[in-house]
């Protein structure tokens, strides 16, 4: 289990380092969504100044692509990390009440039998979707527009991500059950976890 235990972390780390990308990843998703709105409303403001063409530059497709790709990768890419926080939306009105035992078997289960075969069956309906957006090396139909096949590959790779990551809970979550104080498991007592951490320092 401990070396189990040791690939879980490892696991934890990568998805918590994507997800950390993710967060600057959304404040440019941010600034690129107002400097959309910005040059599209002072593009008159803009032509006058600068002229017509310049305004044309600077209000192109490819920034309204740029915060689009920029969503989709947060998106796609951040649900590792969400998961891993159990930071997505459950209807937990029966599932808070229950015990924290019953909660990380529920995950185990989630996890087994519709998180991972999910996934896997995303991966490979996905694989002739983005082979053919390879093959073609497929760019937006827009003028000015950004090539698509990358941000498809991104499709699969979330995919593996979150069959990663739920790996990693399913690791945490049995530690948990079989007594293991160090498990990691979201359900684990904090205080314990954290007295854990410090006799390890």
Do not use: C
């Not at 998805?15 to 409303?41: D, E, P, Q, S």
């Not at 008159?44 to 969503?71: C, H, K, M, P």
């Not at 948990?176 to 684990?188: P, Q, W």
């Amino acid at each position: 289990m401990r070396f189990l235990l040791a690939v879980s972390k490892g696991i934890d780390w990568f998805t918590t380092g994507i997800g950390k990308i993710m967060w600057w990843l959304t404040l440019f998703m941010t600034l690129i969504g107002a400097y959309n709105v910005i040059t599209r409303y002072a593009f008159g403001i803009i032509s006058d100044l600068f002229g017509e063409r310049v305004a044309l530059l600077l209000s192109g497709n490819v920034y309204l692509e740029l915060q689009t790709y920029a969503y989709n990768l947060v998106f796609l890419l951040g649900a590792a990390f969400v998961l891993k926080s159990d930071a997505h939306v459950r209807v937990d009105i029966v599932f808070s009440r229950l015990s924290a035992k019953t909660k990380a078997w529920i995950d185990i289960f989630g996890a087994v039998f519709f998180l991972i075969p999910f996934s896997t069956l995303g991966i490979y309906f996905s694989r002739s979707y983005v082979a053919r957006s390879w093959r073609q090396l497929e760019v937006s139909p827009n003028p000015g527009g950004l090539p698509r096949y990358p941000i498809k590959t991104v499709i699969i790779i979330a995919f593996a991500l979150l069959i990663l990551q739920a790996i990693s809970e399913i690791i945490k979550n049995s530690a948990f059950l079989s007594g293991r104080k160090d498990s990691g498991s979201i359900h684990a007592d904090p205080a314990e976890e954290q007295a854990i951490e410090m006799e390890a320092i």
